[in-house]
């Protein structure tokens, strides 16, 4: 689950604004500094001359488009229109492929889109409002949350572009991971605060597992043994074995300006460390996931409103969307804990995928 940066943009404006009006008008996240306008503040140095290679690709729910971003040139590319309001974005591990979730249409719509020609293909009709969506390791089927009381999962075969029978789950399901080895999906259940695993072989769905309130972001470490579930209204991350399907004790990341901090979540590639999206303040958390204990919440410069994150699989850098009017896309040096310069993306930035 996440929030829409439309609704964000509300929020924000309610909450910062009148308490805040001389900062948040002074403040500039991503002009040029060729073009800043005098009395904007000095931009964080961009990161260090050796950049991640490969691309990001960047949901702009409000323009309905996915924009490329090279991030070895830190330079954002065409954007390609998708159909109807981009909701969330997935890659195909053999990377030349993305799929994208809408939720504007009845029913709703995923896109995939051909990553070496920039263009979008026919929509797939998956469910009633598709939201996360997941792929599994051999590249067959994609897995889509439908955001609405009666739950589900619909899987959708990515070789013929058929959607199959929806799997019931938890009230407003808004997250999905797929273990490593292919066999289990995991379902962070909004408004069940549950997790429930879903055998892939069988489509059937097994006993929920209790979280946190409002679980909203959930990720595996890359040896499939831990998930990691952000609590949006709990402000905390809890563990679950996944041999056992216990929960653990819940980590605490703080607490934002209006109470709700835990939106999105990613591992680095060698499993030691988790980022946390913290929604109200702005920053982002990482976790030691060998001791369980967070470390000093990292601040982003596009500010309250940083909405989702990925890494690079070289795990060296971690990109963090974010901001309204423009949108940016802020990369963290994972090595210094130091934000770079944000890098625009129009009006909105929302979901982001990194291709393998």
Avoid at 183 to 197: D, E, G, L, Q, R
Avoid at 198 to 223: D, E, R, S
Avoid at 322 to 328: A, E, H, I, Q
């Amino acid at each position: 689950m996440r929030i829409s940066l439309k609704l964000a943009a509300a929020i924000l404006a309610a909450v910062l604004v009148p308490a805040c009006a001389s900062t948040t008008m002074t403040k500039t996240t991503s002009v040029p500094s060729s073009t800043a306008p005098s009395g904007a503040r000095t931009k964080t140095p961009a990161l260090a001359a050796t950049r991640p290679k490969g691309t990001a690709y960047v949901i702009s729910d409000n323009l309905e488009t996915v924009t490329p971003i090279d991030l070895a040139a830190g330079r954002p590319g065409n954007p390609i229109r998708v159909v109807g309001d981009p909701v969330e974005i997935a890659i195909t591990p053999d990377g030349t492929t993305a799929y994208v979730t809408s939720d504007t249409e009845d029913p709703g719509t995923v896109t995939p889109i051909d990553l070496a020609a920039g263009r979008r293909g026919t929509p797939i009709y998956a469910g009633g409002t598709p939201d996360a969506i997941a792929i599994t390791p051999d590249g067959t089927t994609a897995y889509v949350t439908n955001f609405e009381a009666s739950g589900t999962v619909t899987p959708i075969d990515l070789v013929t572009a058929t959607a199959g029978t929806p799997i019931p789950v938890g009230k407003f399901p808004g997250a999905i991971a797929i273990a490593p080895n292919g066999k289990t999906a995991y379902v962070a259940n909004a408004y069940s605060n549950s997790v429930t695993p879903i055998n892939l072989a069988t489509a059937t769905a097994g006993t929920p597992i209790p979280v946190g309130q409002k679980p909203g972001a959930i990720v595996i470490t890359p040896n499939g043994k831990t998930a990691y579930v952000a609590n949006y209204k709990s402000n905390s991350v809890t563990p679950i074995n996944l041999a056992t399907g216990q929960p653990g004790t819940p980590i605490p990341v703080g607490i934002g300006i209006y109470g709700d901090t835990s939106e999105a979540m990613a591992i680095t590639p060698d499993g030691k460390t988790a980022y946390v999206i913290n929604f109200g303040t702005g920053a982002v958390t990482p976790i030691d996931l060998a001791t369980g204990q967070p470390g000093t919440p990292i601040p982003v410069e596009n500010g309250p409103g940083v909405n989702a994150m990925a890494i690079t699989p070289d795990g060296t850098t971690a990109y963090v969307t974010g901001g309204v009017y423009p949108g940016t896309v802020t990369p963290i040096d994972l090595a210094t804990g130091k934000p770079g310069t944000p890098i625009p993306v129009g009006k909105f930035a929302d979901a982001i995928a990194i291709s393998p």
